[in-house]
Each structure stands twice: as C-alpha cells, then as structure tokens.
C-alpha cells in the first residue's frame, strides 16, 4: 500500500492500484511528555498513540519497580529480565503464566490465538526497548489482583526481602496494562499500525487501556464458549477505536485518524481480521460507519447470471475466454454513495472500469459477505477440478457478469448447474463475490 504523489491519492499496489481516499500526513504524534510526574501520578495524556507509543507510556511503571528493587547481584539474572520474561509468559499462550487461554476448536480461534501470540511477541520487543523514561520513585498505586499469575522467581523477587509492599501493585498495573493492549490489538491484521486515541477520564476504569475492560471481558466470554464471527471482532475493533459508533448493520468506519476494513477487500486472506489505512474516504466529516447495503441477503432479489457465451464438457481443459484488451481493468476505486437513512452511516462501492469501457459497482460490505461465505479452492483442487465436473459447464467472463450490476440484487444460476467465470485480476474475483448469491460458491 503506498501513497500517489501525483495524484495526492493512496493506492493498494497490490490489487490492481486500487484507490482508497485521501491520504492521512505520516502518523507522527508527540509524546515526549512524561507519563508519570513527580507528586502527580502516572496516566497516558489524552492524544493518538501506536501500540509501541503506549508501551513506552506504560514503561514508567516497570522502572519505578525496577528502582525500588534496587541494585541486582552480579552474575545473576537482573530483575528486568525476571519481570521482562514474566510478561512474555503472560501474553504468550499454553503457559503456567498465560493471562489468555484459546480452545483451538475452529479455525475462527485458531487465528485468533496466532494472532495473540504475534502481538505478544511485538509488545515484549517494545517493553524491552523501552528504557530511560521518567519516573516517580515515591509512586504508588492501588491496583487490585487481575489474576496475572507470576513466576516462582519473580514471586519470590517481589514478595522477598529486596521488594516494597507496594511493588507488586504497580507490576500488576503493568501487567495488566500490556494485557489489555494485546487483547484490543487483536481484530487487526496490522495492528502495528493502527493509531489508538487515549482520551483519559475519572476514575481508575479510564486509566491508560483500562477503558477496553468491559468490551474486552465480552469478546473473550464469546472466544471461549463460540466460534468467533468477523462481527464479535468488529464490535471489539470499533470498541476501541470510536466507542460512540453503533455497530447495526456496520462493517468498517472511518475515524479521525483513519480507515478501518475487513482484510480481505482489499487484498488479504484473513476471514475475520481487520485492516488499519491511513486515509479518509470523506474529509468533512471525522466518523463514517461503514453499512452494508443488503442488511439481509438472504431477501436480496436474485438475477440470473443468463447464458454462457463458451461451455466446457467434462474432461476437457478449460479454454480461455478473456480477451486481454476488451476484458482488463483499466481503473478500480473505492467510493463512499450518498448517506443512508441513519445519518452517521454511508455505503462504500467497490468501482470498476474495464477497457472496453464497461463498468460496475459493488458494495464492500456484500464483498466481506461472498468472501467469507465462499470455499477456498486449493492449487491441486484447482487443477483438477474439471475432472470432477458431473456435467457441461457454461463458461462466463467477470465482465459479463459485473455488468449486471446496478439492477439492485445479486446473481444466481435459476436454472442450477456449473458455472465458471474466469477474471483477469484479484479485484475482479472480489467484485463477483459481492456480486453474486453467496451458495455454493468456489474461489
């Protein structure tokens, strides 16, 4: 992904250059305010943070520990690393210290537990980075037990003779704070990053991350007892990034400081993540939820995709029924439509231009939809499934079918049977998915 200088746009190189609004100025928000004063207390100060910014906002806590321990005998290991390695085993998953455990029962928890670990793994690197920050050697915090399981050295290190009654709850106030970062961090695929605004409130529920609890204990309730939904992993992401948003009907925003989508319009793999881009779709406005035209597909009325211009019988190879210069994409953009009923919602068109100077357009939502419902097909299925056709199959361009865009439903086969439709480019497999009936569908 990549800004346009000349033409102040921001493109996806990946996926045919597709354009995505305006790019957002590079993210590079001042905090080199201390996070903890002397006499005051420690709070991350309202503003736009990445994850490392808040993890370096957060370090304050683990030096005012560290200088309370005092000196470390030498050749043994220092206190840093002990409570360094205590928050790696904490964020990391299947050990005695694991502040999160993910049944791996479906593929929906097997990405999320993938994904815990890798955010785990990026938060300690940053924890370990993080040194030589202001602190407040007199600080002290009452920060009740979060279940945070220690390790047996590290138990003896904070509760021993080297350690201050009071240690233990600013380590917990560490820990938990890494904890909850991690867990907000999840819905997204590039959650490096994704900028995160800290607007500090009364009380200790508004203290740095803890504003994410409420929302965070909900999500994790459904991870343990369901399969998880790309829209449980929304409500997380929307939860975090514009709390104020309502979720009916929504499947991505744009906030003050960018543009959150489902990964996989716009060129991933991911069913249920989520990706962060710098750009604004409407600079008029700050917040945009993003809504699905089709609130039920399922009344959706159905089109029938017509008669096939080729076929291909059972056994023979596949020809090729593209012609490179009629049926290419010459141009593709995302486009915000005018605003729905709900005021603070607009719908979001995927446009594409062919260079035989047709034209489609097709809600993103409807796009997320076809690509999670949609059966991913193998390169070794892919090359033999002609060999398991039971019958003629009719033999369709992308063109042919997008071009039944704008009639206001989706595309079926009335009449059943097998039916191939071949697409120049990866924007055009995605622009089908939203076009078409999501059953039985191969990608």
């Given amino acids: 992904m990549s800004p346009s200088s000349k033409t102040d746009s921001y493109r996806i190189t990946g996926l045919h250059n597709l354009l995505v609004g305006q790019p957002l100025p590079a993210f590079a928000s001042d905090h080199s305010d201390p996070t903890m004063i002397q006499g005051v ?16 906002g957060c370090a304050p806590l683990l030096e005012t520990v560290l200088h309370n321990l005092g000196p470390d005998d030498e050749g043994q290991l220092t206190a840093r690393e002990m409570l360094l390695d205590n928050l790696a085993s904490n964020l990391n998953l299947g050990t005695r210290e694991s502040s999160l455990e993910i049944p791996l029962k479906d593929p929906g928890r097997k990405e999320m537990a993938e994904q815990a670990v890798k955010i785990g793994k990026s938060i300690v690197t940053y924890a370990r980075e993080a040194k030589d920050v202001a602190f407040d050697p007199n600080y002290v915090i009452r920060s009740p037990c979060e279940g945070h399981l220690l390790k047996p050295q590290v138990t003896q290190l904070m509760f021993g003779p080297r350690s201050l009654r009071h240690l233990m709850q600013i380590y917990n106030e560490y820990l938990h704070q890494m904890v909850l970062l991690r867990d907000a961090l999840l819905p997204f695929e590039n959650y490096d990053e994704v900028v995160i605004p800290i607007v500090p409130g009364p009380g200790k529920r508004h203290l740095g991350m803890r504003f994410t609890e409420t929302q965070r204990m909900s999500f994790i309730a459904e991870l343990m007892t369901k399969s998880i939904t790309q829209a449980s992993v929304f409500k997380l992401a929307q939860s975090l990034l514009v709390p104020s948003m309502s979720t009916d009907n929504a499947y991505g925003f744009q906030y003050k400081h960018g543009l959150i989508l489902p990964d996989a319009v716009i060129g991933g793999s991911s069913l249920r993540l989520f990706r962060y881009i710098p750009v604004v779709l409407d600079e008029t406005v700050t917040d945009v939820k993003l809504a699905y035209e089709l609130e039920d597909y399922y009344s959706a009325p159905l089109l029938d995709i017509g008669p096939a211009k080729h076929s291909v019988e059972k056994g023979d190879p596949i020809g090729i029924a593209i012609d490179a210069q009629q049926h290419a994409v010459k141009d593709c953009s995302l486009s915000l439509s005018s605003a729905t009923p709900d005021l603070g919602s607009r719908r979001l068109q995927l446009r594409i231009i062919h260079k035989n100077g047709t034209s489609s357009s097709t809600d993103v939502g409807q796009i997320a939809r076809g690509w999670r419902y949609s059966y991913k097909v193998s390169q070794a ?25 704008g009639q206001g439903g989706l595309v079926t086969a009335k009449e059943g049977g097998i039916h191939v439709i071949q697409a120049s480019s990866q924007i055009e497999i995605l622009a089908l998915l939203g076009q078409i009936y999501p059953d039985n569908i191969n990608d």
Avoid at 41 to 56: D, K, S
């Fill in 381 to 405: 299925e892919e090359e033999s499934v002609i060999d398991h056709f039971s019958s003629t199959a009719s033999l369709h361009t992308a063109v042919d079918v997008l071009s039944q865009s």
């Fill in 41 to 56: 207390g420690w709070l991350l100060p309202a503003g736009p943070y990445t994850a490392r910014q808040i993890v370096v």
